[in-house]
């Protein structure tokens, strides 16, 4: 069944080959030592790279010398 095959896409990216999947990919940012960044003292992990990078450009603005850079996970 056709919505079976796609719920299965849906829920596990992991198990097919997609590309497209959601949550395939997942995106921190870390400063020059290695450092992820911390809202509230938990690590901030993003899904998405568009709000990754909007973060990444606020922080680089707020706090250059710690050179913050984007990982994909």
């Known amino acids: 069944m056709p919505i079976l095959d796609a ?17 395939l990919a997942h995106y921190s940012i870390v400063d020059r ?6 809202e509230g003292g938990v ?6 790279d ?5 973060k990444l450009s606020l922080l680089q603005r707020g706090e250059p010398a710690r ?3 984007l990982r994909r996970t």
Request: hydrophobic residues 45%; glycine residues 2%; without cysteine.
């Open 43 to 48: 690590p901030v992990i993003f899904f998405e």
């Open 50 to 54: 568009a709000p990754a990078i909007a």
């Open 33 to 38: 030592a290695g450092a992820t960044h911390q």
């Open 7 to 23: 719920l299965r896409r849906l829920f596990v990216p992991n198990a097919s080959e997609d590309p497209r999947a959601p949550y």
């Open 67 to 69: 050179e913050w850079r």
